[in-house]
């Protein structure tokens, strides 16, 4: 999507205090679903399994084999994993809690 040039793109921050401010997981959801294309939702959701896969110590390989994307790919998760803290924090944290949801 092309922008006019007087137009300024919203900040991921204000994006993210709208998120942190709603109720619950369903607004947000409903939320990202209105706000999102099917695509860019698809994306996402492969970016969110890709960083879960290698914060539960997945071989970057096998990743790669099982959701069918380059090893670039993975290692631009890799790194994003290994240089800020507070994100793998939270992928660790939130992985974990899907992970026990699907067991049940």
Do not use: H
Request: overall charge positive; aromatic content about 4%; hydrophobic content about 40%.
């Amino acid at each position: 999507m092309r922008r006019s040039t007087g137009e300024k793109a919203v900040p991921v921050r204000v994006l993210a205090g709208v998120l942190a401010g709603l109720k619950d997981g369903n607004s947000a959801g409903q939320f990202l679903e209105a706000l999102l294309t099917p695509s860019e939702r698809a994306r996402i959701d492969l970016r969110w399994r890709l960083v879960c896969m290698l914060a539960s110590g997945m071989p970057q390989r096998e990743i790669s084999k099982n959701l069918g994307i380059s090893l670039c790919k993975i290692t631009r998760g890799s790194r994003e994993l290994k240089s800020r803290p507070v994100f793998r924090k939270i992928v660790v944290k939130y992985c974990k809690k899907i992970k026990r949801k699907e067991k049940t």
